[in-house]
Structures are given as C-alpha cells and as structure tokens.
C-alpha cells in the first residue's frame, strides 16, 4: 500500500519569509514518481513538478526548489521569498512505476500575508 | 490553462438524481483519469481509461461508472445521489498508461457537485 503524509495543515508566513512544506512517503516499490501540485483558490491542480525515484538530486526552479531525499523517504519542497500569489493549497502525490494512480497527501493550506 | 476541459463547472443537484459529467483532455493525450475531492476523504483515484478502455480502478462507488470515447473524450456518470457525494470531481489526462514512463498528468479545472 502506498501512503503520502503532509504532517503540515496549515502554515502562514509574511510574504519574502522562505517556507518549506513537508512530504513523507510509504512505498514498497524500488521505482516511484513523486509529484508535486498547486491548487490555488480558483480550484483547478496545477502541476509543480515530477521527480522519479532514481534522481536524488535536488532542483530548483526560480523561487521554488525541492529536496528529494530518498533515505528518509521525504520529498519536500521550499518556497524562497513567498509572495502572496503563493497562496493555495499544496499537494505531494505518489505514483507507482506499475500503475497509473496517483495518490495524494492530504495537503498544506499555504496563506502568505502581505 | 492544463488543456484540459471540464463540463459543467458547477452542477447543483437532488439527492436520488444522476449526472454527467464530462472531460475533454489534452490534444494527444490517451490516459483519462478521474478524481473525486471531498472534505473527509480528501482527493481519491476514482478509474482510468486508456483509449477507450478501462485501465485501472480506484475507490469508486458501483453508483458512479465512466467511459471514454473513440474520440477520446471522458464522461463520469453518478446516479442514486447522496449528499455525501457533493465534492470537486476532476478529470486529468496525459500521453501514455503510465508504467514507467512518468507523464505526468494535468488536471482540468473541475467539476464542483452539490447534491442537495
């Protein structure tokens, strides 16, 4: 069974503060995808970024940048100099190599104060 | 804009009624996926079909069925409608089954269901 936990609810930060939301992830599989999704207040999943199992390194892209750590199954990922456009709510989700579902944490409600 | 498509937006509805809805996916896109989003039971795989037939399913109820079409467009049909079924369902799509190829799948804007 696969399982995804976002332990983080809910975080506030005062928009330029770095934040960083946690993911931890259950598989058994030696071959996964990990995901990362936006759901801002308009309702609709953007895609953030896919990261399968065999890449460790860690990528940035503009303000936003992940640490994929493989040891402690946590795929985690920081938003540097938050504005308040950042806020939405934001889901990990895991895939397996075998199989086409995703299945998503339970997300992070992100609110960035001006 | 994912390129995914999703009709209606919203859809207020009775308890013991059925609806369709319906997604169109990206152009070239094969894999249709359907999501349901609720308070409780948060966002759950519901089925997947891959150009035209099933591929996998996840925890959908025997009320609700899908299906896609040969020209590749999805519908998600819910009948005997509950309360409980009142959620943001979601349509996504992407090239290939998945198995290791690692698309990733876009999402369209949702459907937002009120079963009154």
């Known amino acids: 069974a696969q399982k995804v936990t976002q332990a983080q609810t809910e975080i506030s930060v005062v928009e330029k503060e770095d934040v960083t939301l946690d993911c931890v992830y259950e598989?058994?599989?030696?071959?996964?995808?990990l995901f990362w999704y936006k759901q801002p207040p308009s309702g609709e999943l953007v895609f953030l970024i896919r990261?399968?199992?065999?890449?460790?390194q860690n990528e940035i892209s503009g303000r936003y940048s992940w640490n994929f750590q493989k040891s402690t199954s946590s795929f985690n990922f920081t938003i540097t100099a938050s504005q308040v456009v950042d806020s939405a709510v934001y889901f990990c989700a895991l895939r397996p190599n075998a199989g086409n579902m995703l299945t998503f944490g339970g997300g992070t409600r992100l609110m960035v104060k001006p | 804009d994912s390129g995914v498509t999703q009709t209606p937006k919203h859809l207020i509805t009775a308890t013991g009624q059925r609806v369709t809805l319906r997604c169109s996916p990206r152009s070239g896109d094969l894999s249709v996926y359907w999501y349901q989003q609720s308070l409780d039971q948060g966002l759950q795989f519901l089925i997947q079909y891959y150009n035209g037939e099933e591929r996998a399913k996840g925890n959908i109820l025997e009320r609700f069925s899908a299906q896609q079409f040969p020209d590749l467009h999805s519908e998600l049909n819910l009948s005997s409608l509950e309360l409980g079924d009142s959620a943001l369902y979601f349509c996504a799509s992407s090239v290939a089954t998945g198995g290791g190829s690692g698309t990733e799948a876009f999402f369209g804007q949702g459907t937002r269901l009120t079963v009154v």
């Open positions: 990261r399968n199992s065999f890449d460790e």
């Open positions: 598989t058994r599989d030696t071959t996964y995808y």
